[in-house]
């Protein structure tokens, strides 16, 4: 059989180390394009109306933010942790401040949040210099409030970032036992079945296609026919993309596949146990994903933020003046940058680099695989070497008795 393409878009030189040639391999097929038409006539062009232009750059942040975050993530390399630590990230982040799409998601709020500053020194200088009439009042105000409720803006933006980064742990944990899973699930069956060839790589290949399914489960955008397309044949795929729930259509295949295998109880037990965990990564991932932080708490940090950002012209124009500008602009986009970072990461799966982890599973089934016949012939000549010691020429055992010593390391 020839070796199966790699669905996750992995470049050709990465399965360059496997010989062309290998005792089992998945099937391949040939690729397909597929080409959808837009049956649906088209929409009418917008009004270009007060609302719409005020949108134009909240919608250009958003469209930023939102084709980052489907960016394919990878995973650290040594020395990809070399450059982490490097005592010049600092110029380089600063650097690449334009390109972050932290930062160019603060570029509507800081905004407007600096140009409510400027109204309001211009109005106050305006005030000031008799350019208005007597009864227009200065826009002055204590900052006793403001240093009173200072720790509790604070201590609200710290516990929505801790509970968002609890959420980030979660789904890393759960997709590390999922991964770990399907490494071990994988290896059993290698280990297990040795009869049954076709349903050992219909079984391995629906293995394989688990992570992948779960990823395009839980990440929005994702095309999960052209993900596992080559990982299962077009009828089994057919199944999977009319089901409702992929992952588990799948895990329906598994135990199927076991069902129909020719094994002992005590194995088939075993190998049963494993999908478990399969159900268990998809409890987790799911819940994580339907159930956010509770939206009041979300919403009272945001309008915490807004309302002290609307005020604080007023309350630092006594001291600061016309410095009141760049000190909001500096204000907002340090608090709200701090916010930004809990909303984007308390949806952790489109952080993690799940597309890495998938190829990696398959890189290491696929490498077991190739070495599998080679390390049982290994260990098949070890066992004969061993019986052929252990006798003589004559029949009778050697006077060592056939103990092989323990290898003399030094550490």
Known sequence: MAILKSSLH?????????????????????????????????SPQPTLNLISILRIIPDWADGIKESSMKQTKSLYKPEDWVEHRSSLRHIRHLLTSLSSRVILSLVPPVIAFTTVAVVVASYNTAVFWQWLPEFFPTLRASSLPYQLTAPALALLLVFRTEASYSRFEEGRKAWTKVISGTNDFAR??????????????????????????????????????????????????????????????????????????????????????????????????????????????????????????????????????????PATFISAASLFCIEEVGVLIEEPFPMLALDELCKLVYDNVQEVLTSEKKIKELLDAKVQDHVSRKQSSNGHPTSGGGQTTWPNINF
């Open 10 to 42: 992995i470049k050709q030189s990465f399965h360059s180390q496997f010989p062309s040639l290998t005792p089992f391999k998945f099937p391949s097929k040939p690729s397909k394009i597929h080409c959808s038409q837009n049956t649906n006539p088209p």
């Open 188 to 325: 059993q069956v290698i280990v297990s079945v040795e009869t049954d060839s076709v349903l050992k790589m219909a079984l391995l290949q629906y293995i394989l296609a688990f992570p992948v399914a779960l990823k395009c489960h839980l990440v929005h955008g994702s095309d999960t026919g052209k993900d596992l397309e080559n990982l299962l044949e077009d009828d089994d795929l057919e199944v999977v993309l009319s089901s409702n729930h992929r992952p588990r259509c799948i895990i329906q295949f598994i135990s199927q596949s076991l069902q129909l295998l020719n094994l002992e109880p005590s194995k088939r037990t075993t190998l049963e146990s494993k999908v478990t965990c399969f159900h268990e990564g998809i409890g987790v991932c799911e819940q994580i994903t339907s159930i956010p932080i509770p939206v009041s708490y979300t919403r009272l940090t945001s309008r915490f933020l807004v309302l002290w950002h609307l005020t604080l012209p007023i309350i630092l124009w006594d001291e600061c003046h016309w410095i009141v500008v």
